[in-house]
């Protein structure tokens, strides 16, 4: 099983503040497999990027992911007040099991 | 494209349960569908999956042998069967379908609002 680790467990930022989260694999993943979700409570969560890099419909530009191999960064240029939120990376490909990264939480 | 998830409930330990999702505005029977559960307070969970027809099934570890997921795409449904829950069975259950109709397209582009099934006594 691959485990993801992200860090660090809480970002306490500002609005208009850049945002940089990490996550890292145990292993080398295939293939740029890793996504990343934003999630707030009560709501179910959102696909933010897919393939590394690959920003979602609809989601603004602010919002950039990078990396390979085993390490991979989500970004957030400059904050605004409905970012604040958890973030999980998320690895996946053919063979299961999928695994999610512990989160990271960004506050105010 | 919605994906409503139904079918939580409390049970007791050693219950059974099913859940439901409802899908609709895109074409079912070309995608993997998936069920992801939050323990409240905690991370997210992969839990299941199957693919657009059926041929292939895979479990968390945690759930082998007591969860069944299975589909219906005459109904645009996908289940999980629920058996000898636990109380780390508790939490929000997410269904999802995959992103893409390739076989490894397995992340998460829509997501149901979740269905809350609590193991208690």
């Known amino acids: 099983e691959i485990v993801l680790t992200q860090s660090p467990g809480t970002l306490s930022l500002s609005p208009g503040e850049r945002a940089s989260l990490s996550c890292r694999a145990s292993q080398r993943l295939d293939s740029h497999f890793l996504a990343w979700y934003q999630h707030k409570p009560g709501q179910a969560p959102r696909l933010l990027i897919y393939g590394a890099s690959n920003r979602a419909t609809g989601i603004p530009d602010r919002f950039s992911g990078s990396g390979s191999g085993a390490d991979f960064t989500l970004t957030i240029s400059r904050l605004e007040p409905e970012d604040f939120a958890v973030y999980y990376c998320q690895q996946y490909g053919v063979s299961p099991p999928l695994t999610f990264g512990g989160g990271t939480k960004v506050e105010i | ?121």
Not at chain 2, 37 to 44: D, I, S
Request: proline share 2%.
């Open chain 2, 1 to 121: 494209v919605q994906l409503v998830a139904s079918g939580g409930a409390v049970v007791q330990p050693g219950g059974s349960l099913r859940l439901s999702c409802a899908a609709s505005g895109f074409r079912f029977d070309d995608y993997a569908m998936h069920w992801v559960r939050q323990v409240p307070g905690k991370g997210l969970e992969w839990v299941s999956f199957i693919t657009w027809n059926g041929g292939n099934i895979y479990y968390a570890d945690s759930v082998e042998g007591r969860f069944s997921i299975f589909r219906d795409n005459t109904k645009n449904f996908t289940y999980l069967q629920m058996r000898s829950l636990r109380p780390e069975d508790s939490g929000f259950y997410y269904c999802a379908k995959a992103g893409g109709i390739a076989a490894a397209d397995n992340w998460f582009d829509h997501w149901g609002q979740g269905t809350l099934v609590t193991v208690s006594s």
